[in-house]
């Protein structure tokens, strides 16, 4: 077969491309249905550094998953890997699986735009966007091409800012700026902006740490409403708030290596009731009951 | 869940003694207090020597800007309006028509100078003043027609000037500056009406005179410094602000945008930044020689205008137009801008950058709905400050090619100019005494043009973060 000869087979005869997009339901070929994403083997690093090492994780739908662990043990970088978060920080790279709907997410054939649709994610701080409260909430609906009419869209932003446990405090104020509501309305703001795209799983990343009280107890109660909808992943320093909301809890923890970084790892794994009543490892245990961290 | 007491193995030895007490302390903190006291005179000494300096260029402005002068005129202007029949009382040289201006005109200056005005623009619509119809029409047929045949026929003001010029001729002799106007008026007087310097001068009279008035704003440049004005070279900043803007504005800020958003820290982008950063410190006569070897020469049909009027169709016959010289300008302030909006990028709280990815946007799509709009306000900033630089800037625009004596505005991008620095040098470079005035007025033209520019960009600027947030 000569070049030419070559050619004119593959013009003809194109090699079928496999687009490895993410199917919009878990495809039923798919064995594993109960996660909503999972890690297997799952090795973070920033540059050279091992952050968090061999991370293996199924987290279940519709349930809310806890991941606790001290200062450093790399708790935010898994959450902030699940959605490709951690793109936005350069020299961050992980290695293993993270599978979604049965895709490798870091299959190079991913866009993360589109795992960021699906998996959408609340910060630390409030941070939303310095427009008004309607376009905090519309614009994410807007960007991923909602097809419905100005109505359908009003209708989808009430439904948004009732689900966040908002729309009875600012029903008559959606033209005001965001920035001009109080933290706690700030946050819960940014959640009915987050679950205004419909995503999969919900992020959250020490939501309430920035909370009083108060506040923090208006997000845990939604939460427990969200998670029927939402599978909801939470990174919390509150080991109170995590006994109180989730259903699972990931403990980590930091070790110095070796080469001397400290480099998180999951200890333990199981369901809440389970990891503060009889934990199984030593360092869970010291860690729940105060001896360290 | 209780927790342990934590036990932290303390030294038992007590610091406590080792701080200063009563006396002591009174003392450290006196000392303290004292090289606050220090730092805080230094510095208002050198604000206050900043401030001197820029009151003492403002006196020296002003002052030349404003003052006595003693003034000979060839003729009259009393004796031409009462030539006419009028009383001088009542009716002044600006309240006589067009038709008794040319007569006047006509009656006093030759028919070739005549014919020369008539030529450069018509004194009436209907008539001929000094040409005949016949030599009209035939060196209007002809392959290069004199400006006369095509240009609309003068109007009164433009005859009034002509009429100043030409026929009052006021000469300043002699001119006092501001304070002294003020304080010995009577003694400038006197001298003026001294015998020894009416012998001089005959006929001076003492005229207070503001160098800086409607007149010398609206007129165009002439020989005579009593009459000259800056209107062509007001157009002349204004056209090239505005090429200065459209070009780097949005060149700076994508840039920018590249640089801050998108570029990877690598290499090649670090080489990028740091050539950026060291550009915004090359002198602007070297962006004057870029200027005029790439825009003025190589690119000539470009920037003259042929490209798009057709040869020989341009205002200009080479590439020593606005055009150009506005693009030097805009290269010239380009790194200031880009480093600017690159600034007010990065103040921009990653957590809107993380927002907007978080909800499935595009870098693009966060940028330009988020990031930007809040960045507005510091490139404004950075914006209004680099315009400002480019509007005084006279070395590159004397290299590009600014034409230093022009009469006729500049009627779009393609046109020879001349802008306010350039005009303010050239005078200074005169010996008379009255273009040293007529500089110092101009260059109040300029602060007022530039604060003006300054005022609205900031409005500008407020009123945008405002809506915004």
Not at chain 1, 212 to 222: C, G, S
Not at chain 1, 225 to 236: A, F, M, P, Q
Not at chain 1, 240 to 267: C, E, I, M, P, W
Not at chain 2, 346 to 353: D, H, I, M
């Amino acid at each position: 077969m000569t070049n030419e000869t070559k050619i004119e087979a593959v013009l003809t005869n194109p090699p079928e491309v496999r687009r490895n997009t993410i199917p919009a339901s878990v495809d039923a070929a798919v064995d594993v249905v109960e996660a909503a994403i999972s890690t297997e083997d799952m090795n973070v690093y920033y540059g050279d550094f091992l952050a968090v090492r061999d991370v293996n994780l199924d987290f279940a739908r519709n349930e809310i998953t806890a991941l606790i662990g001290p200062s450093g043990c790399g708790k935010s970088t898994v959450l902030r890997s699940l959605n490709r978060m951690n793109d936005l920080i350069p020299g961050a790279r992980v290695e293993g699986v993270v599978r979604f709907h049965g895709t490798n997410i870091y299959e190079p054939e991913v866009d993360p735009v589109e795992v960021r649709r699906r998996i959408g994610m609340v910060f630390q701080k409030p941070n939303p966007f310095p427009k008004s409260i309607y376009e905090n909430v519309s614009w994410g609906a807007k960007i991923n091409g909602f097809k419905g009419s100005k109505s359908e869209m009003e209708g989808l932003v009430e439904t948004a800012l009732r689900s966040a446990a908002l729309w009875d405090e600012v029903k008559d104020k959606l033209g005001d700026s965001g920035y001009s509501l109080s933290g706690g309305q700030q946050q819960r703001l940014c959640i009915a902006r987050a679950i205004a795209t419909n995503p999969d799983i919900v992020l959250m990343d020490e939501p309430a740490s920035a909370l009083d009280p108060i506040a923090t107890l208006r997000i845990e109660e939604l939460m427990l409403d969200l998670k029927n909808e939402y599978s909801i992943i939470i990174v919390t320093h509150n080991m109170q708030q995590a006994a109180r909301v989730s259903d699972h809890t990931a403990f980590f923890n930091v070790k110095l290596s070796d080469v001397g970084q400290r480099t998180g790892y999951l200890v333990e794994f199981s369901s809440t009731e389970q990891l503060f009543t009889a934990p199984k490892e030593k360092d869970t245990e010291d860690y729940i009951t105060g001896r360290f961290g | 869940m209780s927790r342990p007491v934590p036990v932290l193995e303390l030294d038992s030895k007590d610091y406590s003694d080792l701080f200063p007490e009563g006396e002591d302390l009174q003392r450290q903190i006196g000392a303290r207090r004292r090289r606050e006291g220090w730092a805080r005179i230094i510095f208002l000494l050198v604000l206050l020597l900043t401030i001197l300096a820029l009151a003492t260029l403002l006196y020296t402005i002003i002052n030349g800007a404003f003052g006595m002068t003693a003034i000979v005129n060839a003729v009259e202007p009393e004796e031409i309006v009462e030539s006419l029949g009028y009383d001088p009382a009542q009716v002044g040289l600006a309240d006589l028509s067009q038709e008794e201006l040319v007569e006047v005109l006509a009656g006093a200056v030759t028919n070739n100078v005549g014919r020369r005005l008539e030529r450069d623009q018509r004194f009436f619509e209907d008539r001929l003043v000094f040409e005949s119809e016949a030599t009209w029409i035939e060196i209007c047929a002809s392959p290069e027609p004199p400006t006369g045949c095509a240009l609309a026929p003068r109007d009164q003001s433009n005859i009034l000037q002509l009429v100043n010029e030409r026929v009052v001729v006021p000469d300043v002799v002699q001119t006092w500056d501001l304070v002294e106007s003020i304080t010995d008026r009577e003694a400038i007087e006197a001298e003026i009406a001294s015998a020894d310097f009416q012998e001089r001068h005959p006929g001076a009279q003492p005229e207070f005179r503001a160098w800086l008035n409607w007149q010398f704003v609206t007129s165009p440049q002439s020989d005579v410094p009593e009459l000259a004005g800056v209107r062509t070279a007001i157009l002349g900043s204004l056209w090239l602000m505005a090429i200065t803007v459209l070009f780097a504005f949005p060149v700076g800020v994508a840039a920018a945008i590249y640089l801050e958003e998108f570029a990877k820290p690598n290499r090649v982008n670090r080489l990028i930044q740091t050539n950026i950063n060291n550009l915004a410190g090359v002198p602007s006569i070297i962006y004057g020689m870029l200027g005029l070897a790439i825009l003025v020469r190589a690119l000539e049909p470009l920037t003259s205008g042929s490209l798009f009027l057709g040869e020989g169709q341009g205002v200009s016959e080479n590439g020593r137009t606005i055009l150009a010289a506005g693009l030097t300008l805009g290269l010239l302030i380009l790194p200031v801008m880009i480093i600017s909006s690159q600034e007010a990028l990065r103040a921009v709280p990653n957590s809107l950058r993380a927002a907007g990815l978080a909800l499935g946007a595009t870098k693009w799509q966060t940028i330009r709905k988020h990031i930007l709009p809040v960045a507005m306000p510091g490139i404004l900033t950075g914006s209004i400050l680099a315009l400002a630089r480019a509007l005084g800037e006279t070395a590159p625009l004397v290299v590009v090619g600014a034409s230093t004596f022009i009469t006729v505005d500049p009627t779009g991008p393609f046109s020879k100019f001349t802008a306010l620095p350039i005009q303010i040098y050239q005078w200074t470079a005169r010996p008379q005494q009255e273009f040293q005035n007529i500089a110092a007025a101009a260059i109040l033209v300029l602060l007022i043009l530039l604060l003006t520019l300054n005022a609205t960009a900031v409005i500008l600027r407020n009123r945008y973060s405002r809506s915004k947030m």
